[in-house]
């Protein structure tokens, strides 16, 4: 996949832009370290039982508005939920199934994708039991006569009456809206826009009585401590007795529900939406890196005048032919000896069939061993590793084609939208805001003919050959010659 393309400067990404957001957002997932994974699925845990409140404050004593009317309404309250989550930053277990993008993208591995839903899950259910120990302290279940709490009671009821395959297809069918609202936010940048794309999504699978896995941590437990720690008052209040709740117990929570439901919400989100669409967008780019073409700043090289070099030397005269790659399903281990004997930083990763797909480096290596606190996981690929995103470069580019390349950014030097329009002013000329750029571009470039890797050019390389431009090679000045023209 070319790394080319303009950076899109709108704040707003159409579906295949979309994908590449949903797949930063996978990678992310896997960098985070585990002290702060766990913390925020904490908060995410927290923000989805205060959801549940708003939901049952709502749905309350609404004997009159109608069933669709006010599970509708306590929809709309239980998107607060994700909206903490989104903008707040929660991990959700929910939504963190989409990691399994990044697996598919080679980019991690499917132990470490296990890892990441275990520390979330983990979190999640540690952050509802912190909301519940503070809601039934608070004895909010005894709101409007104990209503509050007999609602609770007859939600949480209702989740242990489904059957496994029951419970398992609206597990699916939750987790199926629930990532596509997380995916709808990949459209913008804007916060507001994100807030407003959830809203109905969740409103639907609330509504609708769709399982949550996350969601019946809080809901259920809050029932079964209602059964448990509710006096006697409160049972008088509502007509009820607690043997008619006696179903709800940490067993019936766990076999009825929690596993059916958790295994569903998995499906629906990393298959029916994740997986969906990483095989609509991205499935058929992992198979080669397509050839991109470097576009010049310059219509010719005679507007440069370059009289002491050919400039139009194309990159089949000076590309290396005989370069090192790595294989994807070579060790980390092994690859990275392989690059230091040869005193590499980093190598183009090629399948069997010579078709590149992707980059290794020191980087990548140094970037995992933070992620995992410098205890690497076992049994780590090259492909595990590799960055996909490669720009890649053609015989017949020529070599002023590369030298402004790199040393040119042309939305840097230029900023401006789609539509022509400036996105900013600058006194500076154009060769002054050339020199005070930063621009990043990679130091290695696949050559790549009829999807076949035919060589390497560096950066080295293209100035190696623009040396002949600053004249014949000096000799060394002699430390003697140099203090004599000091004196």
Same mark, same amino acid.
């Given at each position: 996949?070319?790394?080319?393309?303009?950076?899109?400067?709108?704040g707003?990404?159409?579906?295949?832009?979309?994908?590449?957001?949903?797949?930063?957002?996978?990678?992310?997932?896997?960098k985070?370290?585990?002290?702060?994974?766990?913390?925020?699925?904490?908060?995410?845990?927290?923000?989805?039982?205060?959801?549940?409140?708003?939901?049952?404050?709502? /749905?309350?004593?609404?004997?009159?508005?109608?069933?669709?009317?006010?599970?509708?309404?306590?929809?709309?309250?239980?998107?607060?939920?994700?909206?903490?989550?989104?903008?707040?930053?929660?991990?959700?277990?929910?939504?963190?199934?989409?990691?399994?993008?990044a697996?598919?993208?080679?980019?991690?591995?499917?132990?470490k994708?296990?890892?990441?839903?275990?520390?979330?899950?983990?979190g999640?259910?540690?952050?509802?039991?912190?909301?519940?120990?503070?809601?039934?302290?608070?004895?909010?279940?005894?709101?409007?006569?104990?209503?509050?709490?007999?609602?609770?009671?007859?939600?949480?009821?209702?989740?242990?009456?489904?059957?496994?395959?029951?419970?398992?297809?609206?597990?699916?069918?939750?987790?199926?809206?629930?990532?596509?609202a997380?995916?709808?936010?990949?459209?913008?940048?804007?916060?507001?826009?994100?807030?407003?794309?959830?809203?109905?999504?969740v409103?639907?699978?609330v509504s609708?009585?769709?399982?949550?896995?996350?969601?019946?941590?809080?809901?259920?437990p809050?029932?079964?401590?209602?059964?448990?720690?509710?006096?006697?008052?409160?049972?008088?209040?509502?007509?009820?007795?607690?043997?008619?709740?006696?179903?709800?117990?940490? *067993?019936?929570?766990i076999?009825?529900?929690l596993?059916?439901?958790?295994?569903?919400?998995?499906?629906?989100?990393?298959?029916?939406?994740?997986?969906?669409?990483?095989?609509?967008?991205?499935?058929?780019?992992?198979?080669?890196?397509?050839?991109?073409?470097i /576009?010049?700043?310059?219509?010719?090289?005679?507007?440069?005048?370059?009289?002491?070099?050919?400039?139009?030397?194309?990159?089949?005269?000076?590309?290396?032919?005989?370069?090192?790659?790595?294989?994807?399903?070579?060790?980390?281990?092994?690859?990275?000896?392989?690059?230091?004997?040869?005193?590499l930083?980093?190598?183009?990763?090629?399948?069997?069939?010579?078709?590149?797909?992707?980059?290794?480096?020191?980087?990548?290596?140094?970037?995992?061993?933070?992620?995992?606190?410098?205890?690497?996981?076992?049994g780590? /690929?090259?492909?595990?590793?590799?960055?996909?995103?490669?720009?890649?470069?053609?015989?017949?580019?020529?070599l002023?084609?590369?030298?402004?390349?790199?040393?040119?950014?042309?939305?840097?030097?230029?900023? /401006?939208?789609?539509?022509g329009?400036?996105?900013?002013?600058?006194?500076?000329?154009?060769?002054?805001?050339?020199?005070?750029?930063?621009?990043?571009?990679?130091?290695?470039l696949?050559?790549?003919?009829?999807?076949?890797?035919?060589?390497?050019?560096?950066?080295?390389?293209?100035?190696?050959?623009?040396?002949?431009?600053?004249g014949?090679?000096?000799?060394?000045?002699?430390?003697?010659? *140099?203090?004599?023209i000091?004196?």
């Amino acid at each position: 996949m070319s790394s080319n393309l303009s950076p899109n400067t709108t704040g707003q990404f159409n579906p295949s832009e979309m994908m590449e957001q949903a797949a930063y957002y996978a990678l992310a997932k896997s960098k985070k370290p585990t002290s702060m994974v766990i913390g925020l699925a904490i908060m995410a845990g927290v923000f989805i039982g205060i959801a549940f409140i708003f939901y049952t404050t709502v /749905t309350t004593g609404n004997t009159e508005t109608g069933w669709g009317i006010s599970r509708f309404a306590g929809g709309l309250a239980f998107s607060l939920g994700l909206i903490l989550v989104v903008i707040g930053g929660g991990e959700l277990f929910t939504s963190s199934v989409l990691s399994a993008i990044a697996v598919a993208n080679r980019q991690i591995s499917f132990g470490k994708m296990l890892g990441i839903w275990g520390k979330v899950y983990i979190g999640n259910f540690i952050g509802a039991g912190l909301l519940l120990a503070l809601v039934v302290s608070a004895g909010m279940y005894q709101n409007d006569g104990g209503q509050w709490g007999l609602n609770a009671l007859n939600i949480a009821q209702h989740k242990l009456h489904h059957q496994p395959l029951e419970a398992f297809a609206l597990g699916i069918l939750c987790n199926l809206l629930v990532c596509l609202a997380v995916w709808l936010t990949f459209c913008s940048t804007n916060m507001l826009t994100k807030a407003v794309m959830v809203i109905l999504p969740v409103a639907m699978f609330v509504s609708s009585g769709f399982e949550h896995c996350v969601a019946n941590m809080f809901m259920v437990p809050l029932g079964i401590a209602i059964q448990q720690l509710a006096p006697p008052e409160f049972w008088l209040a509502v007509s009820a007795t607690p043997e008619q709740y006696a179903d709800l117990n940490i *067993v019936n929570f766990i076999t009825a529900n929690l596993i059916p439901v958790t295994l569903g919400n998995i499906v629906g989100g990393a298959g029916l939406v994740g997986l969906a669409y990483w095989s609509i967008f991205t499935r058929p780019q992992l198979k080669a890196v397509e050839t991109s073409q470097i /576009t010049p700043l310059f219509t010719d090289s005679d507007s440069k005048e370059m009289i002491k070099m050919n400039a139009n030397k194309t990159v089949n005269q000076f590309m290396d032919v005989n370069t090192y790659v790595l294989q994807p399903e070579m060790p980390v281990e092994v690859a990275l000896d392989n690059l230091l004997d040869r005193h590499l930083s980093g190598a183009i990763v090629v399948n069997s069939h010579s078709e590149v797909v992707g980059f290794f480096s020191e980087h990548d290596v140094l970037v995992e061993l933070w992620c995992e606190d410098y205890l690497p996981e076992k049994g780590r /690929t090259v492909a595990d590793l590799m960055k996909t995103d490669i720009t890649s470069i053609s015989p017949k580019d020529t070599l002023l084609q590369l030298a402004e390349f790199y040393a040119i950014d042309k939305p840097k030097l230029y900023p /401006t939208t789609d539509m022509g329009i400036a996105t900013s002013y600058s006194t500076l000329s154009i060769n002054d805001r050339a020199r005070d750029m930063r621009v990043s571009k990679p130091r290695i470039l696949p050559v790549i003919e009829n999807n076949q890797l035919v060589g390497v050019v560096t950066r080295e390389d293209v100035v190696s050959q623009l040396r002949s431009i600053y004249g014949e090679r000096m000799e060394a000045v002699k430390a003697e010659e *140099v203090d004599a023209i000091v004196a």
